[in-house]
């Protein structure tokens, strides 16, 4: 009951926190930028500005889809971001080129997250079945819901691990936009406002994470 309770609890704050990032974007959407400049252009003169040479900015279809490729070195904007002139735009693609600035300088963090990426892969596909099958063989069998909980407790450091990462790659993003006069002082205010709200999508996420991984963790220590 405890568990649901906490549960329920951190699904209302994503909500809240995800409705909230939704109309921050919305609202930040329409700050027009003074430069003129669209996504696709701030991340490439970021990109210039750290003198990283290898890295290609494209457009990919779809919302919310904008990330950075470590494997082929890429910088994934969505088409309203890549195309758009505006703070949020701005603040999107200059936190994904952040992580390509982390990949060129070999951030530790993001060196340790990309080696867990297909033990997640891996997980994502058969965790669920493990764990289903862990609880009901408990009494016969309680080592499969072991080997479950192993397998959550990875992709669990795995949003641990992300954290420092986002939070890094927007720090970065953000002092880069300020630091070479991008925005006018609304247009920065916005844009550090825009990815602290994405922040705080990661943390809840991370959190919910912890939560459902001490629960698979009473449930075995207390299968008798």
């Known amino acids: 009951m405890s568990y649901l309770v906490l549960a329920g609890a951190i699904m209302l704050v994503s909500w809240l926190i995800s409705n909230t990032l939704k109309n921050k974007f919305e609202k930040y959407s329409k700050l027009h930028l003074q430069n003129g ?8 003169k970021m990109l210039a500005d750290h003198g990283i040479r290898d890295v290609k900015v494209i457009s990919v279809a779809g919302q919310l889809t904008d ?4 494997t ?3 910088v994934n904007l969505s088409e309203a971001v890549f195309n758009q002139r505006n703070a949020a735009a701005a603040a999107v693609a200059a936190h994904e080129c952040g992580h390509a600035v982390q990949h060129a300088t070999a951030y530790s963090w993001l060196t340790m997250r990309s080696q867990l990426v297909p033990v997640v892969n891996v997980a994502s596909t058969y965790m669920q079945w493990i764990l289903i099958g862990g609880i009901l063989m408990l009494r016969t069998f309680p080592q499969l819901l072991l080997v479950g ?4 407790a990875a992709t669990t450091l795995f949003s641990i691990i992300t954290l420092p990462v986002e939070y890094d790659a927007s720090n970065r993003a953000l002092a880069w936009l300020e630091n070479k006069r991008m925005l006018n002082q609304d247009e920065q205010a916005g844009a550090k406002d825009a990815l602290k709200w994405a922040a705080r999508t990661y943390v809840v996420a ?3 994470s912890i939560a459902t991984l001490m629960y698979y963790i ?3 220590n207390n299968r008798r």
Request: aromatic share 12%; charged share 15%.
């Open 149 to 152: 909980i192993v397998i959550f």
């Open 72 to 74: 082929d070195k890429t």
């Open 206 to 208: 991370a959190l919910g």
């Open 67 to 70: 990330h950075y490729n470590p």
């Open 37 to 44: 400049m669209s996504g696709q252009e701030i991340a490439e």
């Open 218 to 220: 009473s449930i075995f």
